[in-house]
């Protein structure tokens, strides 16, 4: 039976892939200091997605014995140590979800870790996100449900604040966990290295974290150019009479083109972002955590909000971003090319 559990519950865009791939890079090195990181971590989202699904009383049907998360309970049931969960679809959850979770991770001393970043840095990287995900909102659309906050209809300001609402996520996990358990580990602000985050989330684990190697592959960011482009291929896909559907376009546009290809751009300036409403709203978060009072590792000035450097879409030439379209589009037939070598090999 595991000793203790730790679950990192995200939030998203706040350094959870960065902290997840050095957990799975290191996760023999982990074993050594009685840490458990479950792999391969597709499994871990797998067995997330299952337990998001089903059960809690309300949902229908139940948890299957023999499915993702029943077996993953299975191993922390296995491991006498301690064992570290990650995945951030985790962090929005309600009430009811999060002490079933818990509940099922009983006996076990369970600690829940919610990483935060300001909301200056983490709007932008949103909009990215829902841009390699087939989205078509315009930055600007974007950025006008966020701010009007319209958490009633299906749009940006539902899916952002359901997501990003840090204080609100603070409290429902310190309600089925308790204060003392629960955890915030702030993102620290721009410049300063990717070992800080790390530092901060190993203290938690309370591992000596001089043998971990922080060499892992990047959650590689798109320029703006490259986003603009992305937007309005998706805007194309989605309007044929056959779309893409979800799986082709992980493969084929996010991972390869996207995350590859248009991701390796060199020179492509990123989007920017300041606004007052932003500044003002980021203190109020301070001041509602604060209230809160859940253990801070790193330090709640870290969520202060700073402009972003960069440009805004309608600083972007239309030969700027056909230069975009035509490195994609290169860089997709080297891709078709290379393949059909190695097939004909």
Not at 197 to 205: I, K, T
Not at 290 to 303: A, K, Q, S, Y
Request: charged share 25%; with cysteine.
């Amino acid at each position: 039976m595991a000793e203790r559990v730790v679950v990192h519950v995200g939030l998203m865009k706040s350094g959870t892939s960065f902290i997840q791939q050095v957990l799975h890079h290191n996760r023999r090195a982990l074993r050594s200091h009685g840490v458990l990181f479950p792999s391969p971590w597709r499994r871990q989202v797998q067995a997330v997605r299952d337990v998001i699904a089903h059960g809690d009383g309300e949902q229908q049907p139940p948890l299957a014995e023999d499915g993702p998360w029943r077996s993953l309970m299975a191993d922390i049931d296995a491991w006498p140590g301690t064992v570290v969960l990650s995945m951030e679809f985790l962090g929005p959850r309600g009430p009811g979800k999060a002490r079933q979770i818990l509940a099922d991770l009983a006996p076990a001393r369970v600690e829940v870790v919610i990483s935060v970043r300001d909301l200056a840095r983490t709007i932008p990287a949103m909009w990215q996100e829902q841009v390699q995900n087939q989205g078509t909102r315009t930055w600007a659309d974007y950025l006008t449900g966020v701010r009007d906050e319209d958490r009633t209809s299906r749009g940006p300001g539902r899916s952002f604040w359901f997501r990003q609402d840090a204080p609100r996520i603070t409290r429902v996990w310190q309600d089925a966990a308790g204060r003392e358990n629960v955890a915030l580990v702030t993102v620290p602000p721009p410049g300063a290295p990717p070992s800080v985050l790390w530092e901060r989330f190993a203290s938690v684990l309370g591992i000596d974290s001089t043998d971990i190697d922080l060499e892992v592959p990047s959650n590689p960011s798109l320029g703006l150019a490259a986003l603009l482009v992305l937007r309005q291929l998706n805007e194309r896909l989605a309007a044929r009479e056959k779309p893409l559907d979800p799986g082709q376009y992980e493969r084929v546009v996010k991972q390869l083109l996207a995350k590859r290809g248009l991701a390796n751009r060199a020179g492509d300036t990123r989007l920017g972002y300041r606004a007052d409403w932003v500044a003002a709203r980021g203190d109020q978060d301070i001041e509602r955590l604060r209230l809160l009072g859940p253990r801070v590792v790193g330090d709640l000035e870290d969520l202060r909000c700073t402009p972003v450097e960069g440009r805004e879409p309608d600083e972007v030439e239309a030969d700027q971003q056909l230069e975009a379209a035509l490195d994609g589009l290169e860089f997709l037939v080297d891709q078709l090319t290379q393949r059909r070598a190695a097939r004909q090999r």
